[in-house]
């Protein structure tokens, strides 16, 4: 239960140290298939292959984790 406290705590610094710093990852949030809708006063963004492709990574990271596990 430890390890995996501190891992996710590590997970979480980084990902603070990112949005804190406005680091920027290229290809995220203007693949095809993110939805974003401007109109006057208004605006709509939904990344939905973004959210996917990050959902598909973050898996694959823990598959790997677990099989190296044991």
Do not use: C, T
């Amino acid at each position: 239960m430890a390890k995996f406290l501190i891992i996710i705590g590590v997970i979480l610094v980084i990902i603070g140290m990112i949005l804190h710093f406005e680091i920027k990852i290229p290809f995220l949030g203007k693949l095809p298939g993110d939805i974003d809708i401007k109109r006057e006063n208004f605006r709509f963004y939904f990344p939905v292959m973004s959210s996917i492709i990050l959902s598909v990574l973050l898996s694959l990271i823990v598959f790997i984790i677990q099989k190296l596990k044991g």
